[in-house]
């Protein structure tokens, strides 16, 4: 099962976005994020930026329009796709690294590829 796990409530523009990782905390998340890739469960991790394209397709006709979005916000402090075996599983990785980065909130959600055709 894989699952993508983000800080809803990250804001780019806080105090603490601005402030660059301890020493301490780098070595921290290295370590988790190493163990993780040896354990096989981080399938990917990345980030976004603030803004983006739409692209919409209505009676035939194609809009573009240029962002910001605000559902984008959310992601741009980064993200993860992990692959355990359960939501459990997913919990408990996502309380580890909560546990590294601090107080705030993780939010997880199953991801469905082409070998899950119909979901769960």
């Known amino acids: 099962m894989q ?15 601005a402030a660059p990782p301890s020493p301490e905390l780098m ?18 991790t990345g980030a976004v930026q603030s ?8 009676d035939g006709e194609f809009t573009v ?16 796709v992990i692959e355990v ?3 459990d599983e997913a919990i408990e990785w996502s309380k580890r ?10 939010e997880i959600v199953q991801v469905f590829g082409p070998d899950e055709a119909g979901g769960q």
């Open 85 to 87: 075996a359960s939501l």
């Open 27 to 44: 070595e921290e998340m290295g370590k988790f994020i190493g163990e993780a890739i040896q354990a096989g469960v981080v399938v990917t």
């Open 3 to 17: 699952f993508l796990v983000y800080d809803p409530n990250y804001d780019p523009n806080s105090p603490e976005a």
């Open 65 to 80: 329009t240029d962002g910001p979005f605000i559902e984008l916000k959310e992601l741009t402090g980064g993200w993860a």
């Open 97 to 106: 690294f909560r546990e590294i980065v601090g107080d705030g909130e993780t």
């Open 51 to 58: 803004h983006g394209t739409r692209l919409r397709l209505a």
